[in-house]
Nanobody, 129 residues
């Protein structure tokens, strides 16, 4: 059974930082591109960032580029999202997702939700102004 479990969300003031974690089990983690998405109330789920199987390539949406960074630890089946300089518009439920066997060449490719086979339940991030 595949499980992706996010943690690390919470309430933070604007300008602050958070680190989200995603623990994966039941899948060949080192063969998966891992993505981060978010969904704010009343809005569609949107791409945040992704990291390839080895960690050598990352992709980010323009809205978070330079503020967010994702890394992975294949030995622990974990992926992390470091979020700095948080803004109220970053408030959303954040999801990690796994794309098995996918190699993305661009952020546009990595942003396609249909490419991801497995999803976590999400963790709430709230940024106060």
């Amino acid at each position: 059974q595949v499980r992706l479990v996010e943690s690390g969300g919470g309430l933070v003031q604007a300008g602050g930082s958070l680190r989200l974690s995603c623990a994966a089990s039941g899948l060949p983690f080192s063969d998966c591109t891992m993505g981060w998405f978010r969904q704010a109330p009343g809005k569609e789920r949107e791409f945040v960032g992704a990291i390839n199987w080895s960690g050598s390539r990352t992709f980010y949406s323009d809205s978070v580029k330079g503020r967010f960074a994702t890394v992975r630890e294949n030995a622990q089946n974990m992926v992390f999202l470091r979020m700095n300089s948080l803004k109220p518009e970053d408030t959303a439920v954040y999801y990690c997702a796994a794309a098995y066997g996918q190699l993305f060449g661009s952020a546009v490719d990595a942003a396609s939700r249909s490419q991801y086979n497995y999803w976590g339940q999400g963790t709430q991030v709230t940024v106060s102004s």
